[in-house]
Every structure is written in structure tokens, then in C-alpha cells.
């Protein structure tokens, strides 16, 4: 059973940086592609960055330049590298992978930018 765990959300000031973490288990993390998501309060869920199992990666327009997803196969952890936050950035971060026809989500970690 996949089992996706975030963490390293926060309170930061605008202008400043967060790393988040998603630990994995349970899945075959090194031939995963994973995703992080974002959800704001009254909003839709929108994607913020992919990365394939070759380290591909892609990004949201409103987060190219600033954040950067990055993988540790070793650790079967993804990360996301937050620099220049904005007031838009905040919500809930999800980290999610699709594998083998099943959707696996975690549960969030909260990620807010003071202006």
C-alpha cells in the first residue's frame, strides 16, 4: 500500500524560503513520476511541478524561476525547493504519484507567506 507523508511546511515571510519533503513507502519510488500540488483556500488544486523517473522535470508558470523539484531515490524522497515566496504561493502542498493505474495522495503540509 503507497504511503505519501509531507513535511517542512511553515510560516515565512514573503521573499523567503521553504524545502518541503515527501517521504514515500510502499511504492517503487525510483521508476515513480511524482508530482507536488497545491491547494489554496477556495481554489482548485493545481499542479506546481512534476518530475519523472529520469529527473525530468516541469513546472507551473507561476513557479518557474523559484521553486525547484528535485528526487533522492536512495531516500525514496521527493523534494520541492521554495525560494522568492509569495503571498499567492500559500496553501495546502500535496504530494502525489500515479502508479500502476492507482492515484496515491499525502496528506499536506500547510505552507503560508506573510506579506
Known amino acids: 500500500q503507497g504511503r505519501l507523508v509531507e513535511s517542512g511546511g511553515g510560516l515565512v515571510q514573503a521573499g523567503g524560503s521553504l524545502r518541503l519533503s515527501c517521504q514515500t513507502s510502499?511504492?517503487?519510488?525510483?521508476?515513480?513520476?511524482m508530482s507536488w500540488y497545491r491547494q489554496a483556500p477556495g481554489k482548485q488544486r493545481e499542479v506546481v511541478a512534476n518530475?519523472?523517473?529520469?529527473?525530468?522535470?516541469n513546472y507551473a508558470d507561476s513557479t518557474k524561476g523559484r521553486f525547484t523539484i528535485s528526487r533522492d531515490n536512495a531516500r525514496n524522497t521527493l523534494y520541492l525547493q521554495m525560494n522568492s515566496l509569495k503571498p499567492d504561493d500559500q496553501g495546502v502542498y500535496y504530494c502525489?504519484?500515479?502508479?500502476?493505474?492507482?492515484?496515491?495522495w499525502g496528506r499536506g503540509t500547510q505552507v503560508t507567506v506573510s506579506s
Open positions: 502525489y504519484t500515479r502508479f500502476y493505474g492507482r492515484d496515491f
Open positions: 510502499g511504492i517503487t519510488f525510483k521508476i515513480a513520476s
Open positions: 518530475i519523472t523517473s529520469s529527473g525530468a522535470t
